[in-house]
């Protein structure tokens, strides 16, 4: 697949375009490092949304009744909750600062009126909560070696299984992806499947497990597929095959020259999630420059955009961008050279059932539709 992307992307074998809907957050151009969205979760029904940052808030905003006046019209999120969730802590007995920031955020499927979601800030365990029982937690993963200078590799996330709920996967900084069933222990030391992708040794390289490293792994809707993202690719895994990706989809590949300065300015550790749309037929993540990217698994069409102030007119399209990565740069292309990677879409989102996707740039969180003709 092209490493830059360009066209329109469809989803489920219909084409369509995306438009602007909403921007929340401020303008200013120096951001508080507290203020900088760093997970965005919609709840079951999509009518919730809920934003962590680095300072340890939580956002939920409410998406209103649509307006029967405007049919073609979608209702717009507005701030329903603000809560603060974690607080900077000392760890006296392991002398370890435990910051604040979000690192997570997980809707509890809805039993009653009422609304419950987790938020988590850990990386060498996972522990198991029990919602009635709130003063301790079962530890059901734990990769914390006895010396720390023994350490090799953190967890870098983990999910349950849509419909299994004694089957979970964890991913790690090695790029090895683990799914661990709870009815075999109590403490799953031991993985059932082992997910990991050999290495070409001809393209071995000072930064290659450094790239390799998984910042986020989803199930599919379905329950029959996993996805993860390193830093330059999305993969798509059958539970079935451990051996290899059945689709690989190429992020920003032409950053791979690049890796030595992305180095250098700390960017080749920026930890990029990925999301399916309703129907597990596309998936999306997020680039450098603001851009975000869109791939369609059965055409195999895949589209970059960019979440920007200068195209946040109520419902203005979002025009293709494509990044030129040598020769002669045509009229609206980009030079890889000019993209700002201080402006960067770590956290995306996308709606349960609809086609609305949530992207959040820095302290700004960007709602796009698709443009109903």
Not at 56 to 71: A, H, L, M, T, W
Not at 263 to 277: A, L, R, V
């Amino acid at each position: 697949m092209a490493g830059a992307g360009g066209g329109g992307c469809p989803a489920g074998g219909n084409d369509f375009q995306w438009c602007f809907s909403q921007v929340k957050g401020a303008i200013d151009e120096d951001v508080a490092e507290a203020d900088v969205i760093s997970t965005v979760e919609f709840n079951y029904s999509g009518d919730l949304l809920a934003t962590g940052d680095k300072g340890g808030r939580v956002v939920i905003f409410q998406r209103e009744q649509e307006n029967k006046s405007r049919p073609h019209s979608r209702g717009e999120y507005n701030v329903y909750s603000t809560f603060q969730s974690h607080e900077p802590e000392f760890d006296y007995l392991k002398s370890l600062e435990i910051e604040e920031k979000i690192n997570k955020i997980r809707w509890l499927p809805q039993q009653n009126a009422a609304h419950f979601l987790l938020s988590t800030n850990d990386d060498l365990r996972i522990n198991l909560w029990h919602l009635e029982i709130t003063d301790r937690s079962f530890n059901i993963v734990d990769i914390k070696p006895a010396n720390m200078e023994e350490l090799t590799e953190v967890i870098t996330a983990a999910e349950f299984h849509p419909h299994q709920c004694n089957v979970f996967v964890y991913s790690s900084s090695k790029g090895t992806i683990r799914l661990c069933d709870m009815r075999s222990s109590a403490l799953c030391d031991r993985h059932s499947k082992f997910f990991e992708e050999p290495e070409d040794p001809s393209s071995r390289s000072f930064f290659s497990e450094i790239i390799s490293s998984i910042s986020d792994v989803k199930f599919s809707h379905s329950g029959r597929y996993m996805m993860t993202r390193d830093y330059l690719s999305v993969k798509v895994w059958d539970l079935n095959m451990e051996s290899r990706p059945v689709e690989t989809h190429q992020v920003h590949e032409y950053l791979r020259s690049k890796l030595c300065s992305l180095y250098e300015n700390d960017c080749i550790f920026d930890k990029f999630e990925c999301c399916w749309n309703g129907s597990d037929s596309a998936i999306m993540t997020g680039s450098y420059n603001n851009f975000f990217r869109m791939f369609d698994r059965d055409t195999r069409r895949d589209v970059t955009l960019e979440a920007s102030r200068e195209s946040s007119k109520p419902r203005a399209s979002l025009k293709p961008r494509k990044v030129c990565t040598g020769g002669k740069r045509k009229k609206d292309e980009i030079s890889v050279d000019s993209l700002d990677f201080n402006k960067k879409i770590l956290h995306t989102a996308w709606h349960p059932a609809d086609n609305v996707i949530a992207v959040a740039a820095t302290n700004n969180l960007y709602i796009f539709q698709d443009k109903i003709n």
